[in-house]
């Protein structure tokens, strides 16, 4: 393979603004050649952004084939359906968390990569988030000693975001379920990263805002995870159309002292220990969105060749079993297991 790849986008939302700006940091080593989207509107946008070819569905865009790669920014219960397909036509497949909104469904999109040889990745972007690998870093040199417990607090106003309510990203028939499924996994990959492997959840679930949205969406969720190492986390996602203060997106305490990432996605880390008992804010403040060119480059040099994935994509269906796990503890009202992946 020549040393830059073709990609198709398919899906051309909200989030595929964010991966084209992460290809244009991609030296080059990336070209869009088609665009896939039911909206014309869309379709013809991108196609004038990047000079590629416009499809209105997946299939002909398959057919044409002149790309090596996909990325697939499609509602979530279209994830299972289009993943297989492009790894069957012979692509390789990026695919926007969550892989898919059931495990049978993750086991076949699973399946179908393995048969398929080609290069598979969920794009879980806070595995690349700067602040998130920035305090990774900081508890394996041991900065805040003995990690025991974190706080994740996953949170969005109209203060810093504009909402579209009529989005498919507020109906739970496309989304798999309601705030949990559509954007919380992003603030759960990061504690996996720096505690370990979630073994058990209990959570509740609300919607303060159901005089806008359907009254099975949850808007609020609290969730408390236990660790299979011991170690504890709580969870809160809130979405709401009230101004919210300020708050850390996330709390790291340790034996030794605190590591906290900022909110309003625009990031920034501070470490609290004996040596910085005011606080210790470290530069350059990179914010969430920063992790897309990252994991563009990630997903770019693995078809190219150069490396593998730094997570497999089994470790990708963690976050959905976590959120359906705090699902079913809905029902039972008690601790639930999380489980694991059996491909068997």
């Keep these: 393979m020549s040393k830059s790849i073709r990609l198709a986008l398919v899906g051309c939302g909200y989030i595929a603004q964010h991966h084209y700006n992460a290809i244009l940091k991609c030296n080059g080593l990336a070209k869009v050649t088609a665009v896939v989207d039911v909206n014309d509107e869309r379709t013809a946008d991108y196609s004038s952004k990047t000079g590629a070819k416009a499809f209105k569905s997946l299939k002909d865009a398959l057919t044409w084939g002149e790309f090596d790669a996909v990325d697939i920014m499609l509602p979530?219960?279209?994830?299972?359906e289009a993943a297989v397909e492009c790894l069957e036509a012979g692509k390789h497949v990026l695919l926007e968390k969550p892989m898919a909104v059931s495990l049978a469904a993750c086991r076949n999109?699973?399946?179908?990569?393995?048969?398929?040889?080609?290069?598979?990745m969920v794009c879980e972007n806070a595995q690349y988030w700067p602040e998130v690998v920035k305090a990774k870093q900081l508890i394996e040199e041991e900065a805040i000693g003995d990690v025991y417990y974190a706080k994740a607090h996953y949170w969005e106003s109209p203060a810093i975001t504009d909402f579209d309510f009529d989005s498919w990203q507020y109906d739970p028939a496309q989304v798999g379920g309601g705030l949990l499924m559509a954007g919380s996994c992003h603030w759960i990959r990061p504690l996996r990263m720096w505690l370990g492997e979630i073994e058990e959840v209990i959570g509740i679930t609300g919607n303060p805002l159901?005089?806008?949205?359907?009254?099975?969406?949850?808007?609020?969720?609290?969730?408390?995870?236990?660790?299979?190492?011991?170690?504890?986390?709580?969870?809160?996602a809130l979405i709401i159309d009230t101004t919210l203060s300020n708050q850390p997106y996330f709390r790291i305490f340790g034996s030794k002292g605190e590591i906290t990432i900022g909110g309003t996605f625009k990031g920034g880390l501070t470490l609290y220990n004996d040596e910085f008992p005011d606080g210790k804010a470290f530069e350059p403040v990179h914010g969430y969105f920063a992790s897309f060119p990252f994991t563009m480059m990630e997903f770019v040099q693995c078809v190219l060749g150069e490396k593998v994935p730094d997570v497999s994509p089994e470790y990708a269906v963690g976050e959905p079993m976590i959120m359906w796990a705090i699902y079913r503890s809905l029902s039972s009202k008690k601790w639930e297991a999380v489980g694991c992946v059996d491909m068997d």
Excluded: C, M, Q
């Design 76 to 80: 979530h219960h279209l994830h299972e």
């Design 109 to 120: 999109v699973l399946a179908a990569a393995k048969r398929s040889g080609k290069v598979f």
């Design 210 to 236: 159901a005089h806008r949205i359907a009254a099975n969406y949850e808007t609020l969720a609290d969730a408390l995870l236990r660790f299979k190492n011991g170690k504890t986390a709580s969870f809160t």
